[in-house]
């Protein structure tokens, strides 16, 4: 896909599947905050000001355990080093923007809006705004649903909560593995993942995805030079 | 320690870690093969996010003829060439069903 469309309505439609997928995370957020003893207006100050999903998990359980502020930013550094690669990735995407509405635009990249707008070649802001502000209102909602209702709230421990994000995830990355590089780097990324998984602060997620691209690159490579020279012959 | 100190130094990290690869590579040209690296990312990432919840969702390994999450995935990506919300449906209810059977 070559160019987003220039439409705030386009965005929350496309990004509407992940906020039902966010939501449970945004009540357990809020009720978990009741426990740790945040507080009503730190709780929810947490996801107006931060918006960092699963660095507030951390954040949160840390403090809760009497963690030191630098533990707790030095978690956080790392949970969130990712969205460095999601800032870079889509960099070149968001050219018609200026400094400043990409400066605003880079505190809404969460997971969710950039597996969304990295579809495209070419964002349009609308678009964006759309998709990362249905996000944002979301995560503010459900936190703060979950610290009204707190404790009502209770999700079957065995139900793999975290699940619910993947087909949407799935769903966007499927139809964009249309090249033997694209398939091989999510094949390789996915693998290395699970030997990875146990990495501290999440960091085995971003160390899977920067070997696999590379090694996707490398196989890619190796592909071109061989054809060419059979090609030759 | 105070809650809103802590609050403010995680928003500086988080929005410093988003902002400054964002405009750093908004203002320089890239060669091909960083373009070509950085448009393999969005594929990267999100499979390693899903990897391990499809295929280890416990933390350890397990057949995957015996998980939810495998089939519901499997269903997920077989719709997916229908659409996002299709797709998406299909995963959630096969992974509630598959749950709900003892899977």
Known sequence: MDTSPDSVKAGIRDIFPMLLGTAPFGLIFGSLVLETGLGTIGGQSFSIFVFGGASQFVAVNLYGNGATIVIILIATFFINLRHALYGASLAPKLETQKSRERLLMSFFLTDEAFAVVSRFKLVKSRYFWGAAGAMYCNWQICTLLGIILGSQFEFNASLNIGFFMVPAFLAIIIPQMNKLILINCGMISLFLSLFMMDFPYQSGFMIAALLGITIALIFDYYISKVTRTSGRR | ?103
């Open chain 2, 1 to 103: 320690m105070n809650i809103f100190i802590l609050i403010f130094f995680m928003t500086v990290i988080t929005f410093a870690i988003r902002a400054v690869s964002l405009l750093v590579f908004s203002s320089i040209t890239l060669s091909t093969l960083t373009t070509r690296f950085l448009s393999l990312v969005p594929v990267a990432v999100l499979s390693s996010l899903c990897g391990p919840l499809i295929f280890k969702p416990s933390g350890y390994w397990s057949n995957p003829i015996n998980l939810a999450e495998f089939w519901a995935s499997l269903v997920t990506v077989l719709v997916a060439r229908y659409g996002a919300l299709p797709a998406i449906t299909a995963g959630i209810v096969v992974y509630i069903t598959g749950y709900k059977l003892g899977f």
